[in-house]
Nanobody
């Protein structure tokens, strides 16, 4: 399993931006798909975006969030713009071997500890 560490969360006002980072401990990082999930209080964990052979996004974040990866630094980023209060959640990154992207929680076996994102209205 990969060990994953997220960073970059924080408190931001509506309309603001944050960039989350997820750094993995093991090579070869480029053989793994990496996804971001989020979980708001009282809600199920949901897929936000995935980077693998392709990238995909949940409908709720399309046009606002951008996922990117640096395989040299073993890091995946999630640039979040035009943030809304409903984006408030703990954001987790997850990894699985293979390139076919998914936003299904069951497709991923390695998880980070999460980073809190709070968007104030």
């Amino acid at each position: 399993q990969l060990q994953l560490v997220e960073s970059g969360g924080g408190l931001v006002q509506t309309g603001g931006s944050l960039r989350l980072s997820c750094t993995a401990s093991r090579f070869p990082f480029n053989y793994y798909k990496i996804a971001w999930f989020r979980q708001a209080p009282g809600k199920e964990r949901e897929g936000v975006s995935c980077s693998g052979g392709s990238t995909n996004y949940a409908d709720s974040v399309k046009g606002r969030f951008t996922i990117s990866r640096d395989n040299v630094k073993n890091t995946v980023y999630l640039q979040m713009n035009s943030l809304k209060p409903e984006d408030t959640a703990i954001y987790y990154c997850a990894a699985a071997y293979g390139s076919r992207c998914s936003l299904l929680r069951a497709a991923f076996g390695s998880w980070g500890q999460g980073t809190q994102v709070t968007v104030s209205s």
